[in-house]
């Protein structure tokens, strides 16, 4: 093990922070399966309750709007904060040799 995280895992941080970023965020974003279990609104997650306010034949734009602020915010700043890791792993893919 420790041939592992001292020598394989430091090459594979990059790869592993940018799969964690990106699963975080499709997780985040997860709309079908929460819409499909949850059935109390108290335990409705953001995306899902934003979309309460898209009706049939109305749209309540300034409830949509604040509501879909709240749902982008965590993943904006979760974005910038391991965006390093992100061009670490993409650049460390595109070196030649």
């Known amino acids: 093990w420790q041939v592992f995280w001292r ?3 430091p090459l594979l941080k990059p ?3 940018t ?3 990106l699963d975080v965020i499709w997780i985040w974003n997860d709309y079908l399966l929460p819409s499909l279990t949850l059935t109390t ?3 409705k997650t953001i995306p899902v309750m934003a979309s309460m306010f898209f009706g049939s034949y109305t749209i309540q734009w ?3 709007m604040a509501a879909l602020i709240l749902t982008i ?3 904006v700043v979760f974005y910038f904060s391991a965006q390093k890791y ?3 792993g993409i ?3 595109a070196v030649k040799g």
């Open 15 to 17: 790869t592993a922070v």
């Open 62 to 64: 300034n409830m949509s």
């Open 91 to 93: 650049a460390a893919g």
């Open 41 to 43: 609104n108290a335990k």
């Open 19 to 21: 799969v964690a970023i």
């Open 7 to 9: 020598i394989v895992f």
């Open 73 to 75: 915010i965590p993943v």
């Open 86 to 88: 992100i061009i670490k």
